[in-house]
């Protein structure tokens, strides 16, 4: 059973030994140290962060674990460095908790389910809604789409983070469409469906990795496969439906250079765009607020994601 985690070691305020830490593999990489000798780098996770191992001095550098291996380590914690320098890794293989390596929604999956079927009853149109019906009543897919992470890291990386992240954005969208008279029932399924290609393009197992058609493709792309194959099914499928509803996935990243397929063209397209950027934005403010509360310090380092420091001031609360 798992004890130590990331977030323990990174309190620690000086070098500590650790013997048989319980971590998954997230990434792995053979390096050259100034002396040329070869030297392993992993990236060791778990649900609450990553931290940096490196093996030095071995005879020969093991390269049978592979993304997602779980791994028990010994070594020693660098405070200055903030790393683990290594003695020993073996493969784990006794039981695990994916709830120890992967974080979870803090919001009730059940009842973020039940919002998300809400929102499909609401739909007028009966094509629209039988294709949403066939996807989300699909017993695999809602098995998969309640735990899925929405990505990787960054926003929403953790078990049922998909399904949060959508329900989010439909919500959003439930209100902004309604202010600017948009097509509700064409918003509404787009914000459903526009992350749909990410139950192919990411793997969740012990750690959250992109698939080998994910990577060559991103989710964009698959979602728009995956929808267009599902509505070649429903007979007399409205045009106007299938395209506003394939363009609203291709351009739901809003711009080109952010991953988009076009830039939106629609007012939908629009909607679901700045729903979506907004929940994920959000998303990493409050995830970094939090870690920050832990913390000493009110404003934190610069996050690329968002492209600015995070101010968090401490409350203090007055004596009554």
Known sequence: MKSLYVADIRQWLGDRPISEGLF??????????????????????????????????????????????????????????N????????????????????????????EMWVGLLQT??????????????????????????????????????????????????????EQSGQLYKADMDLLLTGALLHDIGKLQELDCDLTIAYTDIGGLLRHSVLGCFFVRDRISGIKDFPELFRDGLLHIIASHHGKIEWGAMVEPMTLEAFLVYIADDTDAKANRYRTLIDQQTASEQNIGARDYFLGTRVYAPKVVEEDQ
């Open 24 to 81: 998954a593999v997230g990434g792995m990489e053979i390096r050259i140290a100034a002396t040329g000798a070869p030297f392993l780098s992993l990236t060791l996770t778990d649900r609450t962060g990553t931290i940096q191992a490196l093996l030095f001095d071995c005879d020969s550098i093991p390269t049978e674990y592979k993304i997602g291996d779980p791994v028990l380590v010994g070594g020693t914690f660098s405070r200055r460095y």
């Open 120 to 173: 499909i009853g609401s739909i007028k149109s009966s094509q629209l809604k039988d294709l949403l019906l066939g996807i989300f009543l699909d017993e695999d897919i809602e098995k998969k789409f309640k735990i899925w992470p929405a990505a990787q890291e960054v926003h929403h990386p953790y078990i049922g983070g998909l399904l949060e992240h959508t329900s989010t954005v439909a919500r959003l969208c």
């Open 83 to 110: 790393n683990i320098n290594l003695q020993q890794v073996t493969k784990y293989s006794g039981s695990l908790d994916r709830d120890d390596f992967i974080a979870k929604s803090c919001r009730d999956i059940d």
